[in-house]
């Protein structure tokens, strides 16, 4: 079957722009996930969501990041004037959240900021 | 969720069994240890997890210590496409907190 999605595999924008990156998890699973990963360092989480609500923010750096997922399905990362050091591969996560939980990840997309 | 320890580099013959330890002294009791691989440019995928008796899948085998404060993941025949970093984690509920994870370079 399907696995996680995220389209564009690589986004190059410009210092202060906006961008938006999509996920489209796999079709049944409730909680969706995003990370941040920097050259050579693990994973960072960003932002957990079950179903529709963000059930935990708290890796989300500042105000510029926000994450919506409207009807419980696909998730947009919004992130506005970007900075150099928003630069990293956005990874998107999903999961059926049982118990253990395991997490299924798509490709990421790369974010360069010029 | 528990910190991990884990070596940051390792090598092993192509086709011998790799073995990769990780520590986690502060695991409490009710955290499982997970294990999963990140191929180079590709997002991480899960490998295996347990909460106290050892696991087989068709992946690896994970060895968990009596007293759960260590862990070993095993690749039985290690193949180049094994070449990966490899993160252990324990919680498993929610978020994931990565480490740095060892890097494994399987060698022809």
């Known amino acids: 079957g399907a696995g996680v999605s995220q389209t564009p595999s690589n986004k190059v924008t410009e210092k202060g722009k906006y961008v938006e990156l999509r996920c489209d998890p796999i079709s049944g699973h409730t909680a969706l996930y995003w990370y941040r990963q920097s050259l050579g360092q693990g994973p960072e989480f960003l932002i957990y969501f079950q179903g529709t609500g963000a059930a935990d923010d708290s890796g989300l750096p500042n105000d510029r990041f926000f994450a919506v997922r409207p009807e419980g399905s696909v998730s947009t990362l919004k992130i506005q004037r970007t900075e150099r050091g928003d630069s990293a591969v956005y990874l998107c996560a999903s999961s059926t959240q049982g118990v253990p939980d395991t997490q299924y990840f798509g490709p990421g997309t790369r974010l360069t900021v010029l | 969720d528990a910190k991990t320890t884990q070596p940051p580099s390792m090598d092993c013959a192509e086709g011998r069994a790799a073995n990769l330890p990780c520590n986690h002294s502060?695991?409490?009791?009710?955290?499982?240890v997970y294990w999963y691989r990140q191929i180079h440019s590709q997002g991480p995928q899960y490998i295996i997890h347990g909460l106290k008796n050892n696991e087989t899948n068709e992946m690896a085998s994970l060895i968990i210590t009596e007293d759960r404060k260590s862990s070993t993941l095993i690749l039985p025949h290690a193949t180049l496409r094994d070449t990966a970093v490899y993160y252990c984690i324990v919680g498993g509920y929610q978020k994931v907190t990565f480490g740095t994870g060892t890097k494994l370079q399987v060698i022809p």
């Open positions: 502060t695991i409490s009791g009710n955290e499982y």
